[in-house]
């Protein structure tokens, strides 16, 4: 007999951090080419915000589900806009990883970026600046 009332993981459903790795997997996404470096760096930013090394990969299954299935970005901005300006900058800081991650940002990624920046109530210039650094990093 299956159970369809079975429990899933309390921590990933509930955490909060799953809605922002299921954002940062959406931006992964944009360019149509999700790869397994993209996956890592997002796997190792919830880390740093807060996910236990041991749940880190159910949550991020749990994102790609919760990605997969949602058609809209405001889903996953609620969790972020919400947060301390810190964790907001780890947040983009992590998103522009991702984008130049493969050395290049399109007119798709560029575009999601000028949209989350409203989106997440956060200063263009700061987020430009954010950019600049990830930029410089990876030189």
């Not at 994102?63 to 997969?68: D, Q, R, S, Y």
Request: hydrophobic share 40%; net charge neutral; glycine share 2%.
């Amino acid at each position: 007999m299956i159970n369809f009332f079975k429990k899933k993981n309390i921590e990933t459903l509930e955490n909060p951090l799953t809605k922002i790795a299921a954002l940062l997997i959406h931006v992964a996404k944009i360019d149509e080419n999700y790869t397994k470096k993209e996956r890592e760096i997002i796997k190792k930013a919830i880390i740093e915000l807060g996910t236990k090394n041991e749940m880190a990969e159910g949550v991020l299954i749990e994102a790609e589900e919760i990605e997969k299935e949602s058609n809209q970005i405001l889903d996953f901005t609620k969790e972020v806009k919400n947060l301390h300006k810190d964790s907001k900058i780890k947040i983009v800081e992590t998103l522009w990883t991702i984008i130049y991650s493969d050395s290049d940002a399109d007119m798709y990624e560029n575009s999601l970026m000028r949209r989350l920046t409203g989106l997440l109530y956060l200063d263009p210039m700061t987020v430009g600046d954010i950019k600049k650094k990830v930029i410089n990093n990876l030189k």
